[in-house]
């Protein structure tokens, strides 16, 4: 079982960057997948960037070139920088991991508020 905690949320202007944080209470390294997903209020749930545990990435075209992802599996945490924000990136933002061994299993953490101001 694996517990996922964001943080690093908050208040910026347009054209700045922010880090988030995303802490696991337990090992990551039987994490398949790990990703960031936000909700802005009204729409759905999207992705906005996904890590393997080689370190292979994907990013929507939204995001790509302003944020990075990675992982630390010897930390048990991933990160999401975020450059060039810009206002409809604010949103709610939330960790994601998936363990594929003997079943399927999801895991979300509570989510980090990311506004953007102009």
């Known amino acids: 079982q694996v517990k996922l905690v964001e943080s690093g949320g908050g208040l910026v202007q347009a054209g700045e960057s922010l880090t988030l944080s995303c802490a696991a209470s337990?090992?990551?390294?039987?994490?398949?997948?790990m990703a960031w997903y936000r909700q802005a209020p009204g729409k759905q749930r999207e992705l906005v960037a996904r890590?393997?545990?080689?370190?292979?990435?994907d990013y929507p075209d939204s995001v790509k070139g302003r944020f990075t992802i990675d992982r630390d599996n010897a930390k048990n945490m991933m990160s999401l920088q975020m450059n060039s924000l810009r206002r409809e990136d604010t949103a709610v933002y939330y960790c994601?991991?998936?363990?594929?061994?003997?079943?399927?299993?999801?895991?979300w953490g509570q989510g980090t508020q990311v506004t953007v101001s102009s």
């Open positions: 337990g090992t990551i390294a039987g994490l398949v997948v």
């Open positions: 994601y991991g998936l363990e594929a061994a003997a079943q399927v299993k999801d895991y």
């Open positions: 890590i393997s545990s080689r370190g292979n990435t």
